[in-house]
């Protein structure tokens, strides 16, 4: 995974490779061992995190799924492991076919929530958009569909909307070729609004 980062560097306007070198400037020497014995030498510290990430995200989780559940139309979750993965990069995947993540290690305790609420969020959107709006995933492709859920969760996950009920009061950074299209449908976005509208938006001001 982390090689497969190096490679893709740019991708939204986010550097993926430096989240893999930036806290790792010695890992192109030997990639393989210097992961091995980084996690191996800081299993505790990990495993530690691992528990902290875990107790703060359940203490925001209910809110959190009751919100989604209004805003998505009462649209039932895929089926999956809904599981999150501590990591030491810092790039964030997440996986669409058992529906698993992986989050930072170095996460403060809000950002953790973040991250964790933004990768379960594509979750839900893509099987909202493969069951609900067929007409919109049949005209997309790949690379359109992941910029529509990018930004589509941006918006979301604002202080304004569904940020805020998980405690977040300040914009958390997104992808930075996503800002100009993200604040221009905040503007015609409103909280009353419904999921479908945000959608329509995200195409009509996103799509590449």
């Known amino acids: 995974m982390a090689i497969e980062f190096i490679g893709r560097n740019y991708h939204g306007g986010f550097n993926f490779a430096q989240g893999i070198l930036g806290p790792h400037p010695g890992i192109k020497r030997s990639i393989f061992n210097y992961i091995d014995n980084f996690y191996r030498q800081r299993h505790n510290l990990l495993i530690k995190t691992a528990s902290e990430f875990q ?9 959190f799924f009751y919100t989604t559940d209004i805003i998505f139309h009462h649209h039932s979750w895929p089926k999956g492991k809904y599981r999150g993965y501590i ?7 997440r996986f669409l076919h058992d ?14 929530v973040f991250c964790t609420a933004h990768e ?30 990018e930004i589509v969760n941006e918006v979301l ?12 009061t300040v914009r958390q ?4 070729d996503f800002i100009p299209i993200t604040n221009r449908i905040r503007r015609e976005f409103k909280k009353k609004d419904d999921v479908n509208k945000l959608i329509d938006l995200a195409i009509k001001f996103g799509k590449k």
Do not use: M
């Not at 996950?157 to 977040?168: A, E, M, R, T």
């Open 55 to 63: 107790k703060i995200w359940l203490e925001n989780a209910e809110s």
């Open 157 to 168: 996950l604002d202080p304004k909307y569904l940020g805020g009920v998980l405690g977040i």
């Open 120 to 149: 379960i969020l594509h979750f839900l959107f893509y099987d909202y958009i493969e069951k609900k709006r067929e007409n919109i995933k049949n005209k997309l492709n790949d690379e359109q569909l992941w910029r529509i859920s």
């Open 173 to 176: 950074k997104g992808y930075p």
């Open 99 to 112: 529906k698993t993540f992986q989050v930072f290690y170095k996460n403060d305790h809000k950002r953790a």
């Open 87 to 93: 990591s030491i990069f810092s790039c964030g995947p």
